[in-house]
């Protein structure tokens, strides 16, 4: 006998409604996140989103200790730094990324560089609200601001293992 399962839910996020955040030095630019188990039902809990990068900004070195993580580069040029290797990041690049996997994204080149990010489970939202600043669709990027003094703190509520020693630079 079969079980019947219960149908799964829809949501639709259309171009400039997504929940959107500037972002503190060093990465600037800004994220949006279109997917969240705020926003809908689901049954393994996942976060799904943008960023942008502007050149000459990078996402620091980190890792997730709890969670994978999907990324894939739509525009631009840059880099991105896999356990101290660098991997060219142009549109088309997939990368996938396990638990505790060092890795950082570096916009070496001359415009937005822009990115898909899926992680599983979520809470990448959560830090992005909790460092960024809200972001309506369209208006000018603000002059470039710090990320908070608690930043350190904020990561390992969030999705973020402990940072390195010897974290690599740009």
């Known amino acids: 006998m079969s079980e019947i399962h219960e149908p799964g839910e829809t949501f639709v996020v259309q171009p400039g409604t997504a929940t959107s955040y500037w972002q503190p030095v060093p990465a600037?630019?800004?994220i949006e996140v279109a997917l969240d188990p705020s926003k809908v039902r689901m049954d393994n809990p996942l976060a799904f989103g943008t960023q942008t990068v502007p050149p000459g900004g990078h996402v620091r070195e980190?890792?997730?200790?709890?969670?994978?993580?999907?990324i894939y580069f739509l525009k631009g040029k840059g880099r991105a730094v896999l356990d101290g290797k660098d991997v060219p990041a142009v549109p088309g690049t997939a990368i996938f990324i396990g638990k505790?996997?060092?890795?950082?994204?570096?916009?070496?080149?001359?415009?937005?560089?822009?990115?898909v990010w899926l992680i599983v489970p979520n809470g990448l939202e959560d830090f992005f609200r909790l460092i960024g600043r809200p972001r309506m669709a369209g208006e000018p990027a603000p002059e470039n601001f710090p990320r908070?003094?608690?930043?350190?703190?904020?990561?390992r509520q969030t999705v973020f293992a402990a940072q390195p020693k010897d974290q690599r630079q740009p």
């Open 62 to 70: 980190h890792s997730h200790d709890r969670h994978e993580e999907v």
């Open 148 to 155: 908070p003094e608690n930043v350190l703190e904020i990561e």
């Open 100 to 115: 505790s996997r060092r890795h950082m994204f570096i916009n070496d080149g001359t415009e937005d560089l822009h990115w």
């Open 28 to 30: 600037n630019g800004h």
